[in-house]
């Protein structure tokens, strides 16, 4: 089954077996503004749920990406190290940050689906 | 992620009178120095700071502060707080100078102009409460300090700057760099200024506070003019290597370390007479312990302020000041000090981010080479 799931982070985690994609939400890639810089995690590490997994640099400042949940990096996407600009072109595609492979896809359950998420982007003001 | 909101307690923040124009244009704004201002609009820093490189950028600076000194003898009295000869200050000509502290600390930077009757000064917004008290405690009682807060500043920025603004005002384009002069930009009075902080050609126009709107939607519809929030400026300064009050510069630091000895002028160097005098011509002998110099990251990660600066060995010789992305470079640069010894151009060192290590080089200042009209 394939499930999308966001944080109050704002970060996305589409779910395919027992593996993850995660990203930032265009919300997020919006209120950073350009993307100038992406630093990710090596694979085989083995990243903490709500830990930093990633950083990720606007022309302005550093913020940490944290993982959605716990698991092992089992793929990064170099292309947004190479071309950081694809993070605010396609933040939830060709902008992905990483490939967890999940250590409890029960921790899923507690994040918000996407009107969940939209609706708390909305409360953001 | 931490995403920072926009603004926390906006009731509390002034405004310019810009304001609505930045809203209206879709502007995000941001808390700086008391001030509700506009950090990017829609199109975003990079191509914000990009468009103004390229064509001219328009930006409120109107949260700047501007004060008069009025009287016959202003130069006199006002060079016993900075060290710029303002005594062969021309009429019509401006000079960048420092507020100096009594032990030799920069208090502020700012810009000097000579006008009829006395002095034009444009300092800092987070320092100009603290500027005018300390002007008006220790100026000579025979000159009269008159803040004036309120005006509105505008500064037009970038190689078509001068083509744009003699549309509206024909002769500005003769103007050389640091100088000044009155004249009516779409019917209003203004005094306008040949200079900026980007690097850039450029003018700043002073402005009564209810013309500046109709001005600055004058300039913004010329084809050239893109408006340009504090993001874009703060990247065009830092290309252009210069000091930004509260971190390149501040009351720890003294004109010598800072690489604006030249702000000095001989006859000051000769006379002193300025506050910290003593020590600065002193410590100009023996050479300063620390300066400030550039740094070019060999990788991509940017270096933010505070960032420390080690020797290749991992000894700590100094901190970054000011570090980002340069979007006209294309990559991470940087300004801070470090030890004298370890100051010269082509230095390898390390910045620590997130404690890691990373190499970089000390490179001349500024990263891009600056555009200055000088006639």
């Known amino acids: 089954m394939s499930a999308l799931r966001f944080t109050k982070d704002h970060e996305w985690i589409r779910q395919d077996g027992d593996t993850a994609v995660i990203g930032i939400t265009d919300y997020a890639q919006s209120q950073l503004g350009d993307v100038v810089y992406v630093e990710l995690p090596e694979l085989g590490r083995r990243v903490e749920q709500g830990k930093e997994a990633a950083v990720v640099e606007s022309a302005k400042a550093a913020s940490e990406v944290y993982a959605p949940i716990s698991g092992e990096v089992i793929a990064v996407n170099g292309a947004i190290v190479d071309d950081p600009a694809k993070v605010n072109a396609d933040p939830m595609g060709e902008g992905w940050f990483l490939k967890l492979k999940l250590a409890d896809a029960r921790q899923l359950d507690a994040l918000m689906d996407e009107a969940a998420y939209l609706k708390f982007v909305a409360e953001q003001g | 992620m931490t995403l920072t909101s926009a603004i926390d307690d906006s009731a509390r923040l002034r405004r310019t009178p810009l304001h609505a124009l930045h809203v209206e244009r879709g502007a995000r704004m941001v808390g700086f120095a008391g001030y509700e201002m506009p950090v990017q609009y829609p199109s975003g820093i990079i191509a914000e700071h990009l468009h103004t490189r390229a064509q001219a950028g328009l930006f409120d600076v109107s949260h700047m502060g501007q004060v008069r000194i009025v009287g016959a003898a202003a130069d006199l009295a006002l060079e016993a707080l900075v060290p710029g000869d303002l005594r062969a200050l021309a009429p019509g000509r401006m000079r960048y100078t420092l507020l100096l502290g009594d032990s030799g600390g920069i208090l502020d930077d700012l ?74 930009l779409a019917g209003k009075p203004c005094f306008v200024t040949r200079s900026g902080y980007t690097g850039e050609d450029g003018f700043e126009m002073s402005l009564a506070p209810e013309d500046a709107v109709a001005v600055a939607e004058r300039l913004l519809a010329e084809p050239e003019v893109a408006p340009i929030g504090l993001g874009a400026r703060d990247t065009l300064r830092l290309e252009a290597g210069l000091c930004l009050y509260g971190h390149d510069i501040d009351e720890t630091t003294n004109p010598v370390e800072a690489g604006l000895f030249w702000t000095i002028g001989k006859r000051r160097r000769e006379e002193g007479g300025f506050p910290g005098a003593a020590t600065i011509l002193a410590g100009l002998a023996t050479g300063p312990n620390r300066r400030r110099v550039g740094i070019r990251p060999e990788g991509r990660a940017p270096a933010r302020e505070g960032t420390a600066i080690t020797d290749p060995a991992g000894s700590p010789i100094g901190r970054v000041t000011s570090g980002g992305f340069g979007p006209s470079v294309g990559g991470p640069i940087a300004m801070g000090y470090v030890g004298a010894a370890t100051a010269n151009e082509g230095t390898v060192l390390d910045l620590v981010v997130r404690d890691v290590p990373r190499p970089a080089r000390i490179v001349p200042l500024p990263f891009v080479a600056t555009r200055y009209y000088r006639g």
């Open chain 2, 111 to 184: 810009m000097v102009t000579r006008v009829a009757g006395g002095l034009a000064l444009v300092v800092n917004a987070a320092r100009k409460d603290a500027d005018l008290a300390h002007l008006q405690q220790r100026l000579d009682r025979d000159v009269v300090v008159e803040p004036q807060f309120e005006r509105a500043l505008l500064a037009l920025q970038g190689p078509a700057a001068a083509a744009v603004l003699s549309r509206f005002a024909p002769g500005v384009e003769r103007m050389v760099f640091m100088s000044a002069a009155e004249t009516t």
